[in-house]
Protein backbone atom coordinates (compact mmCIF):
# COMPACT_ATOMS: atom_id res chain seq x y z
CA UNK A 1 0.00 0.00 0.00
CA UNK A 2 1.08 3.63 -1.34
CA UNK A 3 2.43 5.27 2.03
CA UNK A 4 3.60 9.05 2.79
CA UNK A 5 7.17 9.54 3.44
CA UNK A 6 8.15 6.18 1.36
CA UNK A 7 8.84 7.00 -1.93
CA UNK A 8 10.01 3.69 -3.78
CA UNK A 9 13.51 4.35 -5.06
CA UNK A 10 15.79 1.79 -7.71
CA UNK A 11 18.08 0.44 -5.57
CA UNK A 12 19.71 -3.45 -5.85
CA UNK A 13 18.86 -3.74 -2.26
CA UNK A 14 14.93 -3.66 -2.21
CA UNK A 15 13.31 -5.25 0.11
CA UNK A 16 10.31 -7.35 -0.85
CA UNK A 17 8.09 -6.62 1.58
CA UNK A 18 8.32 -4.09 4.50
CA UNK A 19 6.30 -3.57 7.87
CA UNK A 20 5.96 -0.41 9.24
CA UNK A 21 4.16 1.69 11.99
CA UNK A 22 4.01 -1.40 14.15
CA UNK A 23 4.71 -1.98 17.60
CA UNK A 24 7.45 -4.84 17.36
CA UNK A 25 8.34 -7.49 19.47
CA UNK A 26 11.30 -8.67 18.36
CA UNK A 27 12.38 -10.77 21.34
CA UNK A 28 15.82 -9.76 20.55
CA UNK A 29 17.28 -8.56 24.15
CA UNK A 30 19.82 -6.38 22.28
CA UNK A 31 16.69 -4.37 20.41
CA UNK A 32 13.65 -5.21 22.13
CA UNK A 33 11.18 -3.04 20.74
CA UNK A 34 11.22 -1.33 16.98
CA UNK A 35 8.75 -0.11 15.05
CA UNK A 36 9.85 -1.20 11.09
CA UNK A 37 11.92 -3.94 9.66
CA UNK A 38 12.50 -5.06 6.09
CA UNK A 39 12.48 -8.68 4.56
CA UNK A 40 14.53 -9.73 1.24
CA UNK A 41 14.68 -13.18 0.14
CA UNK A 42 12.86 -14.75 2.74
CA UNK A 43 15.46 -13.23 5.43
CA UNK A 44 15.00 -10.17 7.93
CA UNK A 45 17.67 -6.96 6.38
CA UNK A 46 16.46 -4.45 8.77
CA UNK A 47 14.78 -4.06 11.90
CA UNK A 48 14.46 -0.52 13.29
CA UNK A 49 11.89 2.81 12.28
CA UNK A 50 10.30 3.91 9.45
CA UNK A 51 13.33 5.78 8.35
CA UNK A 52 16.02 3.25 8.60
CA UNK A 53 13.35 0.98 6.34
CA UNK A 54 12.93 3.85 3.83
CA UNK A 55 16.20 3.04 1.65
CA UNK A 56 14.73 -0.45 0.83
CA UNK A 57 11.47 0.45 -0.47
CA UNK A 58 11.92 -0.18 -4.19
CA UNK A 59 9.10 -0.48 -7.36
CA UNK A 60 7.54 -3.92 -6.37
CA UNK A 61 8.13 -3.71 -2.64
CA UNK A 62 4.97 -4.61 -0.63
CA UNK A 63 4.81 -2.06 1.96
CA UNK A 64 2.52 -2.79 5.10
CA UNK A 65 1.35 -0.38 7.24
CA UNK A 66 0.54 -2.56 11.18
CA UNK A 67 -1.36 0.97 11.91
CA UNK A 68 0.58 0.75 15.13
CA UNK A 69 -0.58 -3.04 16.07
CA UNK A 70 1.35 -5.49 18.06
CA UNK A 71 4.04 -7.11 15.70
CA UNK A 72 5.94 -10.43 17.35
CA UNK A 73 7.81 -13.31 16.03
CA UNK A 74 6.26 -16.07 14.77
CA UNK A 75 4.78 -18.31 16.60
CA UNK A 76 5.98 -22.01 17.09
CA UNK A 77 4.20 -24.63 18.32
CA UNK A 78 6.53 -27.22 19.83
CA UNK A 79 4.12 -30.47 20.03
CA UNK A 80 1.71 -30.47 17.24
CA UNK A 81 0.19 -33.39 15.18
CA UNK A 82 0.10 -31.41 12.16
CA UNK A 83 0.92 -33.64 9.44
CA UNK A 84 -1.97 -36.33 10.53
CA UNK A 85 -3.69 -33.12 11.65
CA UNK A 86 -3.74 -32.14 7.96
CA UNK A 87 -4.50 -35.33 6.17
CA UNK A 88 -8.03 -34.81 8.03
CA UNK A 89 -8.72 -31.65 8.74
CA UNK A 90 -11.41 -30.85 6.33
CA UNK A 91 -13.40 -33.64 7.45
CA UNK A 92 -13.93 -32.43 11.16
CA UNK A 93 -16.37 -30.64 12.70
CA UNK A 94 -14.44 -28.73 15.05
CA UNK A 95 -16.11 -27.86 18.11
CA UNK A 96 -12.68 -25.96 19.21
CA UNK A 97 -14.00 -22.31 20.79
CA UNK A 98 -17.36 -24.13 20.83
CA UNK A 99 -19.11 -22.34 24.24
CA UNK A 100 -22.16 -24.69 24.71
CA UNK A 101 -23.16 -28.15 24.03
CA UNK A 102 -26.21 -26.89 22.34
CA UNK A 103 -24.21 -24.90 19.87
CA UNK A 104 -21.95 -28.46 19.08
CA UNK A 105 -25.09 -30.36 18.86
CA UNK A 106 -26.84 -27.72 16.06
CA UNK A 107 -23.75 -28.02 14.12
CA UNK A 108 -23.54 -31.38 14.54
CA UNK A 109 -27.03 -31.70 13.59
CA UNK A 110 -27.10 -29.49 10.47
CA UNK A 111 -23.75 -31.41 9.29
CA UNK A 112 -25.32 -34.59 9.27
CA UNK A 113 -27.81 -33.41 7.26
CA UNK A 114 -24.86 -32.43 4.01
CA UNK A 115 -23.07 -35.44 4.55
CA UNK A 116 -23.25 -38.19 1.63
CA UNK A 117 -24.10 -41.46 2.64
CA UNK A 118 -20.68 -43.90 3.96
CA UNK A 119 -19.42 -40.90 4.87
CA UNK A 120 -19.55 -40.02 9.21
CA UNK A 121 -19.44 -36.92 11.08
CA UNK A 122 -16.32 -36.81 13.49
CA UNK A 123 -15.95 -34.36 15.77
CA UNK A 124 -11.85 -35.07 16.96
CA UNK A 125 -10.71 -33.29 19.53
CA UNK A 126 -9.95 -29.54 20.52
CA UNK A 127 -12.61 -29.21 22.96
CA UNK A 128 -13.30 -30.45 26.32
CA UNK A 129 -16.87 -30.81 28.21
CA UNK A 130 -15.80 -27.90 30.83
CA UNK A 131 -15.74 -25.36 28.07
CA UNK A 132 -19.41 -26.17 27.65
CA UNK A 133 -22.21 -23.94 29.70
CA UNK A 134 -23.83 -27.48 30.36
CA UNK A 135 -20.42 -28.89 31.21
CA UNK A 136 -20.70 -32.33 30.22
CA UNK A 137 -20.55 -34.76 26.95
CA UNK A 138 -23.18 -35.02 24.55
CA UNK A 139 -25.48 -38.27 25.00
CA UNK A 140 -25.99 -41.42 22.83
CA UNK A 141 -29.44 -40.59 22.88
CA UNK A 142 -28.88 -36.62 21.64
CA UNK A 143 -26.04 -38.07 18.60
CA UNK A 144 -28.79 -40.32 17.48
CA UNK A 145 -32.03 -37.45 17.43
CA UNK A 146 -29.27 -35.38 15.63
CA UNK A 147 -28.55 -37.80 13.03
CA UNK A 148 -30.33 -40.72 13.13
CA UNK A 149 -28.59 -42.15 9.52
CA UNK A 150 -25.35 -41.11 9.37
CA UNK A 151 -22.67 -42.55 11.46
CA UNK A 152 -21.14 -39.79 13.96
CA UNK A 153 -18.28 -40.50 15.90
CA UNK A 154 -17.14 -37.74 18.86
CA UNK A 155 -13.98 -37.89 20.10
CA UNK A 156 -13.58 -36.82 24.12
CA UNK A 157 -9.45 -36.03 25.23
CA UNK A 158 -7.41 -39.30 25.38
CA UNK A 159 -10.65 -40.38 27.76
CA UNK A 160 -14.01 -41.57 25.81
CA UNK A 161 -15.65 -41.61 22.35
CA UNK A 162 -19.15 -41.22 21.93
CA UNK A 163 -21.03 -42.97 18.80
CA UNK A 164 -24.53 -42.92 17.51
CA UNK A 165 -26.19 -46.21 15.79
CA UNK A 166 -25.22 -45.78 12.75
CA UNK A 167 -21.82 -45.64 13.78
CA UNK A 168 -21.47 -48.35 16.08
CA UNK A 169 -22.76 -50.76 13.10
CA UNK A 170 -20.38 -48.86 10.65
CA UNK A 171 -17.47 -49.65 12.91
CA UNK A 172 -18.89 -53.69 12.67
CA UNK A 173 -19.64 -52.84 17.00
CA UNK A 174 -21.95 -55.91 18.29
CA UNK A 175 -22.67 -58.07 21.54
CA UNK A 176 -20.02 -60.45 20.09
CA UNK A 177 -16.93 -57.85 19.95
CA UNK A 178 -14.29 -58.09 22.60
CA UNK A 179 -13.01 -55.34 24.64
CA UNK A 180 -9.59 -54.02 23.16
CA UNK A 181 -6.21 -54.86 25.22
CA UNK A 182 -6.84 -50.90 27.54
CA UNK A 183 -10.28 -50.74 26.74
CA UNK A 184 -14.04 -50.78 27.15
CA UNK A 185 -17.04 -51.26 24.41
CA UNK A 186 -19.85 -50.40 27.30
CA UNK A 187 -22.58 -52.81 27.05
CA UNK A 188 -26.30 -52.23 28.30
CA UNK A 189 -28.23 -54.94 30.29
CA UNK A 190 -28.75 -56.63 27.16
CA UNK A 191 -24.67 -56.74 25.94
CA UNK A 192 -24.83 -54.59 22.90
CA UNK A 193 -22.67 -52.01 22.77
CA UNK A 194 -24.39 -48.65 23.77
CA UNK A 195 -22.38 -46.49 22.13
CA UNK A 196 -19.32 -45.56 24.79
CA UNK A 197 -16.00 -46.22 24.61
CA UNK A 198 -14.06 -46.04 26.71
CA UNK A 199 -9.73 -45.74 27.28
CA UNK A 200 -8.74 -47.65 29.99
CA UNK A 201 -6.16 -46.62 30.15
CA UNK A 202 -5.35 -46.79 26.21
CA UNK A 203 -6.88 -44.37 23.94
CA UNK A 204 -5.58 -47.29 21.30
CA UNK A 205 -9.55 -48.45 21.13
CA UNK A 206 -10.96 -44.86 20.32
CA UNK A 207 -7.81 -43.92 17.20
CA UNK A 208 -8.26 -47.60 15.88
CA UNK A 209 -12.54 -47.13 15.63
CA UNK A 210 -12.21 -43.49 14.39
CA UNK A 211 -9.30 -45.22 11.86
CA UNK A 212 -12.23 -47.30 10.65
CA UNK A 213 -14.02 -43.50 8.88
CA UNK A 214 -13.55 -43.28 5.06
CA UNK A 215 -10.07 -40.63 4.34
CA UNK A 216 -9.73 -38.70 1.88
CA UNK A 217 -7.48 -39.11 -1.37
CA UNK A 218 -4.67 -37.73 -4.03
CA UNK A 219 -5.41 -34.46 -4.17
CA UNK A 220 -8.19 -34.05 -1.71
CA UNK A 221 -5.55 -34.86 1.20
CA UNK A 222 -3.25 -31.70 -0.26
CA UNK A 223 -6.46 -29.13 -0.66
CA UNK A 224 -7.31 -30.67 3.06
CA UNK A 225 -3.64 -30.15 4.42
CA UNK A 226 -3.00 -26.24 2.98
CA UNK A 227 -6.45 -25.28 4.24
CA UNK A 228 -5.26 -26.72 7.53
CA UNK A 229 -2.14 -24.82 7.70
CA UNK A 230 -3.77 -21.92 6.70
CA UNK A 231 -5.55 -21.97 9.75
CA UNK A 232 -2.67 -22.38 11.96
CA UNK A 233 -1.29 -19.57 9.98
CA UNK A 234 -4.46 -17.86 11.19
CA UNK A 235 -3.02 -17.36 14.64
CA UNK A 236 0.27 -16.37 14.15
CA UNK A 237 2.10 -19.45 13.51
CA UNK A 238 4.91 -19.85 11.28
CA UNK A 239 6.50 -22.76 12.20
CA UNK A 240 5.79 -26.32 14.21
CA UNK A 241 7.28 -29.17 15.55
CA UNK A 242 5.18 -32.55 14.43
CA UNK A 243 5.10 -34.87 17.06
CA UNK A 244 4.21 -37.75 14.75
CA UNK A 245 2.23 -40.49 16.55
CA UNK A 246 -0.54 -43.58 16.40
CA UNK A 247 -1.43 -44.01 12.71
CA UNK A 248 0.88 -41.93 10.98
CA UNK A 249 3.21 -44.22 8.92
CA UNK A 250 6.25 -42.95 7.20
CA UNK A 251 7.21 -42.54 4.43
CA UNK A 252 3.29 -42.72 3.10
CA UNK A 253 1.70 -40.16 5.73
CA UNK A 254 4.51 -38.02 4.81
CA UNK A 255 3.98 -37.94 1.10
CA UNK A 256 1.66 -34.72 1.13
CA UNK A 257 3.74 -32.38 3.11
CA UNK A 258 6.77 -33.41 1.18
CA UNK A 259 4.83 -32.64 -2.00
CA UNK A 260 3.88 -29.46 -0.98
CA UNK A 261 7.67 -28.47 0.36
CA UNK A 262 8.84 -29.53 -3.29
CA UNK A 263 6.48 -27.13 -4.96
CA UNK A 264 7.13 -24.30 -2.57
CA UNK A 265 3.33 -24.62 -1.30
CA UNK A 266 4.21 -25.18 2.46
CA UNK A 267 2.81 -21.88 4.42
CA UNK A 268 4.41 -23.17 7.78
CA UNK A 269 7.67 -24.27 8.55
CA UNK A 270 7.53 -28.20 9.62
CA UNK A 271 10.28 -30.11 11.35
CA UNK A 272 8.97 -33.52 12.21
CA UNK A 273 10.20 -36.83 14.04
CA UNK A 274 9.75 -40.66 13.51
CA UNK A 275 7.49 -43.01 15.52
CA UNK A 276 7.69 -46.44 15.23
CA UNK A 277 3.64 -48.03 14.65
CA UNK A 278 4.16 -51.64 15.39
CA UNK A 279 4.83 -53.02 18.98
CA UNK A 280 7.36 -55.75 18.46
CA UNK A 281 8.98 -54.31 15.38
CA UNK A 282 10.67 -50.95 16.72
CA UNK A 283 14.50 -51.53 16.15
CA UNK A 284 13.75 -52.77 13.05
CA UNK A 285 11.96 -49.49 11.90
CA UNK A 286 14.22 -47.33 13.40
CA UNK A 287 17.24 -49.29 11.61
CA UNK A 288 15.36 -49.15 8.24
CA UNK A 289 14.63 -45.65 8.47
CA UNK A 290 18.35 -44.36 9.95
CA UNK A 291 19.59 -46.22 6.83
CA UNK A 292 16.65 -44.05 4.63
CA UNK A 293 17.30 -40.40 6.41
CA UNK A 294 19.06 -38.62 9.02
CA UNK A 295 18.01 -35.68 11.30
CA UNK A 296 18.24 -32.36 9.54
CA UNK A 297 17.83 -33.59 6.52
CA UNK A 298 15.64 -30.98 4.20
CA UNK A 299 15.82 -27.52 4.05
CA UNK A 300 14.30 -24.69 5.91
CA UNK A 301 10.28 -25.69 4.94
CA UNK A 302 10.61 -29.19 5.96
CA UNK A 303 13.16 -31.28 7.90
CA UNK A 304 13.54 -33.96 9.92
CA UNK A 305 14.40 -33.64 13.49
CA UNK A 306 14.81 -37.32 15.05
CA UNK A 307 13.00 -39.83 16.43
CA UNK A 308 10.09 -40.64 19.00
CA UNK A 309 7.23 -39.31 20.62
CA UNK A 310 7.56 -43.06 21.26
CA UNK A 311 10.58 -45.25 20.60
CA UNK A 312 9.15 -48.55 22.04
CA UNK A 313 5.43 -49.01 23.34
CA UNK A 314 6.25 -50.89 26.08
CA UNK A 315 8.13 -47.72 27.74
CA UNK A 316 4.82 -45.44 26.64
CA UNK A 317 2.78 -44.05 29.57
CA UNK A 318 -0.74 -43.36 28.83
CA UNK A 319 -2.40 -39.50 29.49
CA UNK A 320 -5.99 -40.36 30.79
CA UNK A 321 -6.86 -38.38 34.13
CA UNK A 322 -9.59 -40.13 34.31
CA UNK A 323 -7.77 -43.48 34.83
CA UNK A 324 -4.79 -44.41 37.65
CA UNK A 325 -1.87 -44.29 36.39
CA UNK A 326 -0.55 -47.18 33.85
CA UNK A 327 1.93 -50.00 35.38
CA UNK A 328 4.23 -50.23 33.10
CA UNK A 329 5.98 -53.41 31.73
CA UNK A 330 8.84 -54.11 34.62
CA UNK A 331 11.24 -54.98 32.03
CA UNK A 332 10.40 -52.66 29.14
CA UNK A 333 14.55 -51.16 29.73
CA UNK A 334 15.89 -53.80 27.70
CA UNK A 335 14.32 -52.78 24.28
CA UNK A 336 14.33 -48.99 24.86
CA UNK A 337 17.78 -49.26 25.78
CA UNK A 338 18.80 -51.02 22.00
CA UNK A 339 16.37 -48.07 21.24
CA UNK A 340 18.17 -44.84 22.32
CA UNK A 341 21.58 -46.45 22.10
CA UNK A 342 21.05 -47.55 18.09
CA UNK A 343 20.00 -43.74 17.57
CA UNK A 344 22.97 -42.54 19.94
CA UNK A 345 25.43 -44.42 17.74
CA UNK A 346 23.93 -43.26 14.41
CA UNK A 347 23.35 -39.21 15.43
CA UNK A 348 19.67 -38.99 16.03
CA UNK A 349 17.98 -36.96 18.70
CA UNK A 350 15.18 -38.44 20.00
CA UNK A 351 11.52 -36.52 21.84
CA UNK A 352 9.57 -39.13 24.09
CA UNK A 353 6.23 -39.07 25.28
CA UNK A 354 6.09 -38.83 29.32
CA UNK A 355 3.57 -38.19 31.54
CA UNK A 356 4.80 -39.61 34.84
CA UNK A 357 7.65 -38.99 36.70
CA UNK A 358 7.83 -42.99 37.41
CA UNK A 359 8.09 -43.46 33.51
CA UNK A 360 10.40 -40.36 33.58
CA UNK A 361 12.99 -41.78 36.75
CA UNK A 362 12.82 -45.06 34.70
CA UNK A 363 13.36 -43.69 31.57
CA UNK A 364 16.81 -41.60 33.07
CA UNK A 365 18.15 -45.01 34.76
CA UNK A 366 18.75 -45.68 31.13
CA UNK A 367 20.28 -42.38 29.84
CA UNK A 368 22.39 -42.33 33.00
CA UNK A 369 24.09 -46.05 32.25
CA UNK A 370 24.48 -45.26 28.36
CA UNK A 371 26.14 -42.11 29.47
CA UNK A 372 28.53 -43.82 32.08
CA UNK A 373 29.61 -45.45 28.50
CA UNK A 374 30.21 -41.83 26.80
CA UNK A 375 27.31 -43.04 24.49
CA UNK A 376 24.76 -40.51 25.78
CA UNK A 377 24.07 -37.47 24.43
CA UNK A 378 26.75 -37.65 22.37
CA UNK A 379 26.02 -34.19 20.71
CA UNK A 380 22.78 -35.30 19.91
CA UNK A 381 19.20 -33.17 21.14
CA UNK A 382 16.74 -35.04 23.25
CA UNK A 383 13.90 -33.65 25.47
CA UNK A 384 10.72 -34.87 27.33
CA UNK A 385 7.21 -34.01 26.32
CA UNK A 386 4.38 -33.03 28.70
CA UNK A 387 5.90 -34.12 32.20
CA UNK A 388 3.23 -33.02 34.46
CA UNK A 389 4.24 -34.93 36.98
CA UNK A 390 8.02 -34.83 37.00
CA UNK A 391 9.95 -34.22 40.26
CA UNK A 392 12.61 -32.19 41.77
CA UNK A 393 14.97 -34.88 41.27
CA UNK A 394 13.96 -36.07 37.66
CA UNK A 395 14.66 -32.38 36.66
CA UNK A 396 18.36 -32.22 37.88
CA UNK A 397 18.90 -34.93 36.26
CA UNK A 398 17.57 -34.15 32.78
CA UNK A 399 19.52 -31.06 33.41
CA UNK A 400 22.72 -33.08 34.06
CA UNK A 401 22.39 -35.17 30.49
CA UNK A 402 21.58 -32.17 28.74
CA UNK A 403 17.60 -32.51 27.86
CA UNK A 404 15.15 -30.45 27.00
CA UNK A 405 11.73 -30.11 28.25
CA UNK A 406 8.27 -29.05 25.60
CA UNK A 407 5.27 -28.45 27.95
CA UNK A 408 1.51 -28.65 26.40
CA UNK A 409 -1.53 -27.29 27.65
CA UNK A 410 -3.54 -30.67 28.26
CA UNK A 411 -4.32 -29.82 31.60
CA UNK A 412 -6.32 -26.69 30.20
CA UNK A 413 -8.60 -29.45 28.72
CA UNK A 414 -8.32 -31.74 31.52
CA UNK A 415 -8.20 -30.05 34.99
CA UNK A 416 -11.37 -31.77 36.52
CA UNK A 417 -9.84 -35.37 36.26
CA UNK A 418 -6.49 -34.54 36.77
CA UNK A 419 -7.58 -32.52 40.30
CA UNK A 420 -10.22 -35.01 41.43
CA UNK A 421 -7.28 -37.75 40.82
CA UNK A 422 -4.34 -35.83 42.58
CA UNK A 423 -5.81 -33.11 44.00
CA UNK A 424 -4.43 -29.73 44.36
CA UNK A 425 -1.08 -30.07 45.36
CA UNK A 426 -0.34 -32.20 42.24
CA UNK A 427 -2.20 -29.98 40.17
CA UNK A 428 -0.03 -26.82 41.65
CA UNK A 429 2.65 -28.34 39.89
CA UNK A 430 0.91 -29.86 36.96
CA UNK A 431 3.68 -28.98 35.01
CA UNK A 432 6.49 -27.68 36.79
CA UNK A 433 7.24 -24.82 34.67
CA UNK A 434 9.22 -22.76 36.81
CA UNK A 435 11.10 -25.37 38.40
CA UNK A 436 12.27 -26.83 34.80
CA UNK A 437 13.44 -23.01 33.66
CA UNK A 438 14.71 -22.43 37.07
CA UNK A 439 17.09 -25.05 36.20
CA UNK A 440 18.28 -23.18 32.81
CA UNK A 441 16.36 -26.20 31.02
CA UNK A 442 14.86 -25.13 27.21
CA UNK A 443 11.58 -25.49 28.11
CA UNK A 444 9.51 -25.04 24.60
CA UNK A 445 5.69 -25.25 24.41
CA UNK A 446 2.63 -26.40 22.63
CA UNK A 447 -0.50 -27.46 22.15
CA UNK A 448 -1.05 -31.43 21.63
CA UNK A 449 -3.25 -30.66 19.09
CA UNK A 450 -5.56 -32.11 17.19
CA UNK A 451 -6.66 -34.98 19.39
CA UNK A 452 -7.07 -33.21 22.28
CA UNK A 453 -6.54 -29.67 22.92
CA UNK A 454 -7.09 -26.93 20.21
CA UNK A 455 -4.53 -25.90 17.59
CA UNK A 456 -5.06 -22.59 18.60
CA UNK A 457 -1.83 -21.05 20.43
CA UNK A 458 -3.48 -17.88 22.37
CA UNK A 459 -5.23 -20.68 24.58
CA UNK A 460 -2.05 -22.43 25.27
CA UNK A 461 -0.85 -18.71 26.07
CA UNK A 462 -3.84 -17.83 28.33
CA UNK A 463 -2.80 -21.26 30.46
CA UNK A 464 0.81 -20.49 30.76
CA UNK A 465 0.39 -16.96 32.20
CA UNK A 466 -2.54 -17.31 34.37
CA UNK A 467 -2.57 -20.93 35.17
CA UNK A 468 -6.41 -21.43 34.11
CA UNK A 469 -8.15 -24.12 32.48
CA UNK A 470 -10.87 -23.69 29.32
CA UNK A 471 -13.61 -23.83 32.25
CA UNK A 472 -11.76 -20.98 34.49
CA UNK A 473 -10.84 -23.06 36.90
CA UNK A 474 -7.56 -22.11 38.41
CA UNK A 475 -4.92 -25.00 38.99
CA UNK A 476 -1.28 -23.68 38.93
CA UNK A 477 -0.50 -20.64 41.51
CA UNK A 478 1.49 -17.81 40.37
CA UNK A 479 4.67 -19.29 41.75
CA UNK A 480 4.31 -22.04 38.61
CA UNK A 481 3.05 -19.55 36.39
CA UNK A 482 5.22 -17.47 33.76
CA UNK A 483 4.82 -13.71 32.74
CA UNK A 484 4.11 -13.12 28.81
CA UNK A 485 7.42 -12.55 27.40
CA UNK A 486 9.08 -15.62 28.84
CA UNK A 487 5.23 -17.35 27.41
CA UNK A 488 6.34 -16.15 24.45
CA UNK A 489 9.41 -17.19 23.99
CA UNK A 490 8.61 -20.23 25.05
CA UNK A 491 6.54 -20.47 21.93
CA UNK A 492 9.42 -18.47 19.77
CA UNK A 493 13.01 -18.75 20.66
CA UNK A 494 12.61 -22.04 22.93
CA UNK A 495 11.15 -24.37 20.13
CA UNK A 496 13.74 -23.24 17.51
CA UNK A 497 16.47 -24.70 19.97
CA UNK A 498 14.75 -28.02 19.84
CA UNK A 499 15.35 -28.19 16.17
CA UNK A 500 18.80 -26.87 16.55
CA UNK A 501 17.52 -23.31 14.57
CA UNK A 502 18.03 -20.94 17.14
CA UNK A 503 20.42 -18.80 14.63
CA UNK A 504 17.77 -18.70 12.31
CA UNK A 505 14.78 -18.13 14.08
CA UNK A 506 12.46 -16.97 16.53
CA UNK A 507 13.27 -13.45 16.95
CA UNK A 508 12.93 -10.93 14.63
CA UNK A 509 16.72 -9.87 14.17
CA UNK A 510 18.79 -9.34 10.46
CA UNK A 511 20.23 -12.17 9.27
CA UNK A 512 16.98 -14.62 10.49
CA UNK A 513 13.81 -15.97 8.93
CA UNK A 514 11.39 -12.82 8.20
CA UNK A 515 8.47 -14.88 10.20
CA UNK A 516 6.11 -12.74 11.95
CA UNK A 517 2.55 -11.95 12.94
CA UNK A 518 0.40 -8.97 13.16
CA UNK A 519 -1.84 -9.58 15.91
CA UNK A 520 -5.16 -8.32 16.45
CA UNK A 521 -4.88 -7.16 20.11
CA UNK A 522 -1.53 -6.41 21.73
CA UNK A 523 -0.39 -9.46 23.69
CA UNK A 524 1.19 -7.55 26.01
CA UNK A 525 -1.74 -5.13 27.29
CA UNK A 526 -4.79 -6.87 26.85
CA UNK A 527 -6.36 -8.15 29.74
CA UNK A 528 -5.54 -11.41 30.57
CA UNK A 529 -9.23 -13.08 29.99
CA UNK A 530 -8.92 -11.26 26.03
CA UNK A 531 -5.89 -13.41 25.44
CA UNK A 532 -6.94 -16.68 23.90
CA UNK A 533 -9.02 -13.98 21.77
CA UNK A 534 -6.19 -12.44 19.85
CA UNK A 535 -5.53 -13.49 16.11
CA UNK A 536 -3.38 -12.53 13.58
CA UNK A 537 -3.91 -10.14 11.05
CA UNK A 538 -1.24 -10.73 8.84
CA UNK A 539 1.40 -13.77 9.12
CA UNK A 540 4.50 -13.46 7.10
CA UNK A 541 6.07 -16.87 6.69
CA UNK A 542 9.72 -16.48 4.54
CA UNK A 543 8.65 -12.74 3.65
CA UNK A 544 5.77 -14.63 2.07
CA UNK A 545 2.01 -13.43 3.22
CA UNK A 546 0.33 -16.59 4.20
CA UNK A 547 -2.36 -15.49 5.95
CA UNK A 548 -4.49 -11.90 5.76
CA UNK A 549 -7.68 -10.59 7.15
CA UNK A 550 -9.47 -7.28 8.06
CA UNK A 551 -7.42 -4.33 6.04
CA UNK A 552 -5.12 -6.77 4.83
CA UNK A 553 -7.46 -9.55 3.30
CA UNK A 554 -6.91 -10.50 0.02
CA UNK A 555 -2.83 -10.15 0.18
CA UNK A 556 -2.26 -13.90 1.37
CA UNK A 557 -1.89 -16.47 -1.11
CA UNK A 558 -5.19 -17.92 -2.98
CA UNK A 559 -5.87 -21.49 -1.71
CA UNK A 560 -8.03 -24.32 -4.08
CA UNK A 561 -11.72 -24.21 -2.82
CA UNK A 562 -12.53 -27.03 -0.01
CA UNK A 563 -13.31 -30.33 -1.14
CA UNK A 564 -15.04 -32.25 -0.87
CA UNK A 565 -17.80 -29.95 -0.93
CA UNK A 566 -19.75 -31.25 2.18
CA UNK A 567 -16.99 -30.29 4.11
CA UNK A 568 -17.59 -29.55 7.77
CA UNK A 569 -14.54 -26.45 7.47
CA UNK A 570 -16.31 -25.46 4.14
CA UNK A 571 -19.39 -24.49 6.33
CA UNK A 572 -18.41 -23.83 10.05
CA UNK A 573 -14.45 -22.71 9.53
CA UNK A 574 -12.21 -24.73 11.83
CA UNK A 575 -11.29 -22.77 14.91
CA UNK A 576 -15.04 -20.82 16.50
CA UNK A 577 -13.99 -17.21 17.28
CA UNK A 578 -16.11 -16.01 20.28
CA UNK A 579 -17.02 -12.01 19.92
CA UNK A 580 -14.07 -10.54 21.61
CA UNK A 581 -14.37 -7.67 24.94
CA UNK A 582 -16.16 -11.19 27.04
CA UNK A 583 -14.37 -13.97 27.90
CA UNK A 584 -14.89 -17.54 26.84
CA UNK A 585 -16.27 -18.57 30.08
CA UNK A 586 -18.17 -16.04 30.61
CA UNK A 587 -19.52 -16.01 26.70
CA UNK A 588 -20.58 -19.47 27.46
CA UNK A 589 -22.16 -18.64 30.71
CA UNK A 590 -24.21 -15.79 29.12
CA UNK A 591 -25.29 -18.08 26.51
CA UNK A 592 -26.39 -21.25 28.99
CA UNK A 593 -28.17 -18.39 30.60
CA UNK A 594 -29.85 -16.94 27.62
CA UNK A 595 -30.74 -20.73 26.53
CA UNK A 596 -32.13 -21.23 30.22
CA UNK A 597 -34.14 -18.51 30.47
CA UNK A 598 -35.45 -19.02 26.93
CA UNK A 599 -36.78 -22.50 27.96
CA UNK A 600 -38.56 -20.97 31.11
CA UNK A 601 -40.58 -18.29 29.21
CA UNK A 602 -41.74 -20.91 26.82
CA UNK A 603 -42.80 -23.50 29.72
CA UNK A 604 -44.47 -20.38 31.46
CA UNK A 605 -46.40 -19.75 28.59
CA UNK A 606 -47.42 -23.40 27.95
CA UNK A 607 -48.45 -23.30 31.64
CA UNK A 608 -50.58 -20.22 31.09
CA UNK A 609 -52.07 -21.82 27.83
CA UNK A 610 -51.04 -19.29 25.95
CA UNK A 611 -49.40 -21.73 23.47
CA UNK A 612 -49.91 -25.16 22.79
CA UNK A 613 -46.84 -27.66 24.44
CA UNK A 614 -46.04 -28.93 21.02
CA UNK A 615 -45.33 -25.71 19.39
CA UNK A 616 -42.34 -24.52 17.74
CA UNK A 617 -40.66 -21.52 18.74
CA UNK A 618 -41.21 -18.68 15.85
CA UNK A 619 -40.44 -15.47 15.13
CA UNK A 620 -43.00 -14.08 12.61
CA UNK A 621 -39.93 -11.35 11.64
CA UNK A 622 -38.76 -14.24 9.19
CA UNK A 623 -41.90 -14.88 7.47
CA UNK A 624 -41.77 -14.83 3.73
Not at 122 to 138: D, M
Not at 328 to 351: I, Q, S, T
Not at 362 to 384: M, S, T, Y
Not at 524 to 537: D, R, W, Y
Request: hydrophobic letters at 40%; glycine letters at 10%.
Amino acid sequence: MPVGGLVPQATDEAADLVVRNAKVHTGDPNRPHAEALAVRSGVITVVGDDMDVAPHVGAVTKVVDALGRRVVPGLNDSHLHVIRGGLNYVLELRWDGVPTLRQGLAMLREQAARTPKGQWVRVVGGWSAEQFAERRLPTVAELNAAAPDTPVFVLHLYQSAVLNRAALKAAGFDRNTPDPRGGQIVRGRDGEPTGMLLAAPSALILYSTLAKAPVLQGEDQKTSTRHFLRELNRFGLTSAIDAAGGFQNFPDNYSIVTELAKTGQLSLRIAYHLFPQTAGQEIADLTRWIEMTRPEDGDAWLRLNGAGENLTWAAADFENFAQPRPELAPDYEAEFEKAVRLLMENGWGFRLHATYDGTIRRDLAVFEKLAAEGLFPAGNRWLFDHAETASPDSLDRVAALGGAMSVQNRLSFQSDAFLRRYGPGAAADAPPIRAMLDRGLTVAAGTDATRVSTYNPWVALHWLVSGRSVGDLVLRPRTNRVDRQTALTMFTRAGAALTGEEDVKGVLRPGYYGDLAVLSEDYFTVPEPEIPHIESLLTVTGGRIVYAAAEYEGLDEELPPISPVWSPVAHFGGYQASRQGLSGVRQAESLGEAVAEAEQHRAWRVARGLVPATATPFDPCFAL
